[in-house]
């Protein structure tokens, strides 16, 4: 099964959107510093970037979030999102081969591309391997319980609340919070073509 696991670690594309893997060059993060410069803290505080909760802020932390990104990618891949050509987001999956598991983590989207169904498209696609072409059994995601929308995102994409893990998550202003876990099983999969 692990060799499997190699399908997703290529570049990939959805009905409207181009999921690439991006190296942690300088380069490279000078395009994602780019775009994540212009950005409010605020309305990513629910999003461990790196592992504070808090966007970079500036070019070489930027570059350090990639670096660490690509270390923890061994059993796993990062893709970055692009709409039109433009840089809008980035989503990370893990597989675990001793219960079949696909875990979902660190997804953003800038936010003037919220609400438009692009992070539903990419779990779309994730979904689609992962049962379709890995036989995976569950893919596993989760979202501090007060992050709106990405509770209503996941709960939209049809997956189901396993339950709360009670303070599982330090925010930036040093509140811990609870850990919404969700999951889907291949058993509850439907194809969409
Ligand atoms: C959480 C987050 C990833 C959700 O991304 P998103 O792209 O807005 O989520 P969705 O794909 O579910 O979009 C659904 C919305 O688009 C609308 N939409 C428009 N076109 C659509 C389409 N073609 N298909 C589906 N939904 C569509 C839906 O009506 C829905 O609107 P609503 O939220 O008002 O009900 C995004 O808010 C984000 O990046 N937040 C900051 C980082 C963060 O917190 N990450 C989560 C860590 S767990």
């Known amino acids: 099964m692990e060799k499997f696991f190699e399908l997703f670690k290529h570049d990939l594309k959805t009905q409207r959107l181009e999921l690439r893997i991006l190296e942690p060059t300088l380069e490279n993060a000078e395009l ?13 505080k629910y999003a461990p970037m790196v592992k504070n909760g808090i966007l970079p802020r ?8 990639m670096q660490t990104h690509a270390q923890w990618c061994i059993d796993g891949v990062g893709w970055y999102v692009f709409y039109n050509n433009n840089l809008i987001g980035y989503q990370r999956i893990h597989f675990w081969p001793g219960n079949r598991t696909i875990q979902c983590a660190d997804v953003w989207f800038l936010k003037k591309y919220w609400g438009q169904g ?10 689609e391997i992962a049962f379709e072409r890995l036989h995976a059994n569950r893919i596993r995601r989760q ?21 709360q893990e009670r303070q599982s998550f330090r925010n930036p202003d040093g509140v811990f ?12 999969y439907e194809k969409k073509h």
């Open 32 to 44: 994602v510093w780019n775009v994540l410069k212009n950005e409010n803290p605020d309305d990513f």
């Open 58 to 65: 500036t070019q070489s932390e930027t570059f350090q979030m």
């Open 118 to 127: 692009f992070n539903q498209e990419v779990h779309r696609k994730i979904e």
């Open 143 to 163: 979202c501090i319980k007060d992050n709106t929308h990405s509770f209503k995102s996941i709960k939209k994409s049809g997956f189901h609340l396993d339950g």
């Open 177 to 188: 919070m609870d850990m919404c876990l969700f999951s889907k099983l291949a058993s509850e």
